[in-house]
T-cell receptor, first 115, second 114 residues
Framework: NAGVMQNPRHLVRRRGQEARLRCSPMKGHSHVYWYRQLPEEGLKFMVYLQKENIIDESGMPKERFSAEFPKEGPSILRIQQVVRGDSAAYFC?????????????FGDGTRLSIL | DQQVKQNSPSLSVQEGRISILNCDYTNSMFDYFLWYKKYPAEGPTFLIS?????DKNEDGRFTVFLNKSAKHLSLHIVPSQPGDSAVYFC?????????????FGKGTHLIIQP
């Protein structure tokens, strides 16, 4: 399966803990995007990364959230000191080139639940 | 401020008939539009896209129409099949310098009746 792979599929954390979400892009894709979906809402863009670079983080909350896409390994979305409002589905997408007129292909998401 | 709007939360269509899903946008800088289909507990699946230089794009049973002056696009599915039952999201992008991510609508739940 050469699709976008996200893990874990489900993640439960207590308030104050850290959450780490992983995303491996499609084979041959070097552009990664993270989105968050709250219940009954559309997906909201968070951050766009290329290998070792954050290109656009305009949708990322200023505190507690960070993302990286190292030279080797998957992209990581990290949420520190989680709060109840962080409960959501987090989706990763990848594209082959600069996303201009290239569709983004999505993984099946990580459902984060905060107790 | 919702820049991409899907005003119908749900739509019910009989199998074999045409399904028409609508989407409006407010940002005149959007120049690339996509439709995604989503089943529960899965990620969105890309269906079809259209650039603002076109007014129609067709792929099999799926056709997307773009009316730039009205800032409106629609997805036509014909004939509708039971497997088309899903949530459909409209998305848009400003390639010229806006945020690099896609801006999504809230989705329309399409139900195909047998």
């Amino acid at each position: 399966n050469a699709g976008v792979m996200q893990n874990p599929r489900h993640l439960v954390r207590r308030r104050g803990q850290e959450a780490r979400l992983r995303c491996s892009p499609m084979k041959g894709h070097s552009h990664v995007y993270w989105y968050r979906q709250l219940p009954e809402e559309g997906l909201k863009f968070m951050v766009y990364l290329q290998k070792e670079n954050i290109i656009d983080e305009s949708g990322m909350p200023k505190e507690r959230f960070s993302a990286e896409f190292p030279k080797e390994g998957p992209s990581i979305l990290r949420i520190q000191q989680v709060v109840r409002g962080d409960s959501a589905a987090y989706f990763c997408a990848s594209s082959a080139l600069d996303s201009s007129n290239q569709p983004q292909h999505f993984g099946d998401g990580t459902r984060l639940s905060i107790l | 401020d919702q820049q991409v709007k899907q005003n119908s939360p749900s739509l019910s269509v009989q199998e074999g008939r045409i399904s028409i899903l609508n989407c409006d946008y407010t940002n005149s800088m959007f120049d690339y539009f996509l439709w995604y289909k989503k089943y529960p507990a899965e990620g969105p699946t890309f269906l079809i896209s259209i650039s603002s230089i076109k007014d129609k794009n067709e792929d099999g049973r799926f056709t997307v129409f773009l009316n730039k002056s009205a800032k409106h696009l629609s997805l036509h599915i014909v004939p509708s099949q039971p497997g088309d039952s899903a949530v459909y999201f409209c998305a848009a992008r400003d390639s010229g310098g806006g945020a690099d991510g896609l801006t999504f609508g809230k989705g329309t739940h399409l139900i195909i009746q047998p």
